[in-house]
């Protein structure tokens, strides 16, 4: 199988996905926020819990199509292995780098991370996809959910028991105490939504968009794989809501098994969405107007780690640079919540505005054909 040409549907759907990220990321107040701009407080969704989950699929479905191109190309497994893992490398250090910022604090530092999962997922899907068929990755996502199930709800915590699914006190909470301490979520300290044992499920996300890619490589017509994409997404949204009620609850910090079946359901409907309308479409006219509104998210779409990356940095340098004992982004702020709009608007708002600016940096390199691969 061979990649086809760069869909413009997935540039459009991860620029969608970082756009998301930013926003929800910086509000002007974090305590004046939409609800569905915040995560859940623990069980449950909202569209902010769509974001990560969407990161990984898209992680997967892109693997699927390199590997294919590289594989076209003559490239042999174990190079492959090692051009990921340096990717897998590079990736988890910036998503080091970042949490040592302000403090440059090694002793504390705190070692997972957004970039550090897709970094470790990256790294652990990568022979699973190389080394299996499609039907063995579908075994391994089931029997990986499986092995988490089993931990999460029958191996007991010292102290705690077995199966209790609170902040601090799960089987996965437990491991990262024991092999991270001090080195956790400073929110919490004794656990992390982040954490090692929960990145086994994150893992299935990015197999289950490696499914999703191998699909589209298929020699199925773009309308069939469209109608059965959206079938599956719908599939994995019952499915996940019944695991809800029977097994686990919808967590996205523990990331549950029905969290992530449930989430790829989504990711599975939205991208049906854009790829129908940017790259199925057999109406021309409605496909060229769908690919005009699409471009400032393909644009995002085409710097998505560098703008994740650099969007944090500037996020943390607004935090502790302060002028006349006022961090920069209070002084900012202030001038936004100052136009007499309500506080959760205000800090709305601001969000908007700072999303705002790191598209037209987007857009500069966009312009410049500058491109930041890992």
């Not at 022979?127 to 959910?145: H, N, T």
């Amino acid at each position: 199988m061979t990649a086809p040409a760069r869909l413009a549907s997935l540039d459009a759907f991860r620029g969608f996905t970082i756009a998301a990220m930013t926003l929800v990321n910086n509000p002007g107040d974090w305590s004046h926020l939409y609800s569905q701009l915040a995560h859940a407080q623990w069980h449950g969704w909202t569209f902010t819990d769509w974001i990560f989950p969407f990161f990984l699929f898209i992680g997967g479905v892109s693997m699927a199509f390199s590997l294919g191109r590289l594989a076209a190309a003559g490239a042999d497994k174990p190079t492959l292995l090692r051009k990921l893992a340096v990717r897998a490398a590079i990736i988890f250090l910036i998503g080091l780098a970042l949490n040592l910022i302000p403090g440059f604090d090694l002793s504390t530092v705190r070692i997972p991370g957004v970039l550090q999962r897709i970094a470790i997922c990256t790294l652990l899907a990568a022979p699973i996809v190389l080394y299996f068929s499609w039907r063995q990755q579908v075994l391994w996502i089931a029997g990986l959910l499986a092995l988490y199930s089993v931990l999460m709800l029958w191996v007991p915590v010292p102290g705690i028991g077995a199966g209790v699914l609170e902040p601090g006190q799960d089987f996965g909470a437990y491991i990262d105490r024991l092999l991270l301490d001090g080195h956790l979520w400073p929110q919490s300290k004794t656990w992390d939504p982040e954490g090692l044992l929960s990145t086994i499920p994150a893992l299935c996300s990015q197999l289950l968009g490696v499914l999703a890619g191998r699909w589209l490589l298929s020699s199925h017509s773009r309308t069939e794989q469209t109608v059965w994409m959206l079938l599956a997404g719908l599939a994995l949204l019952w499915i996940g809501a019944m695991l809800d009620v029977m097994l686990m609850p919808i967590n996205k910090s523990l990331w549950t098994p029905s969290f992530c079946l449930f989430m790829t359901g989504w990711a599975l409907i939205v991208f049906s969405s854009f790829y129908w309308l940017l790259d199925a479409n057999p109406h021309i006219p409605l496909r060229s107007a769908a690919a005009r509104w699409s471009t400032p998210l393909i644009i995002y779409g085409m710097n998505a780690l560098f703008i994740f990356a650099f969007s944090g940095l500037v996020s943390k340098m607004l935090g502790f640079i302060e002028v006349g004992g006022v961090s920069l982004a209070q002084r900012l702020y202030s001038q936004v919540s100052a136009l007499g709009v309500s506080p959760v608007n205000s800090s709305l708002l601001y969000a908007l505005l700072f999303n705002a600016a790191m598209f037209l940096l987007a857009w500069w390199m966009w312009r410049k054909k500058w491109f930041v691969k890992v």
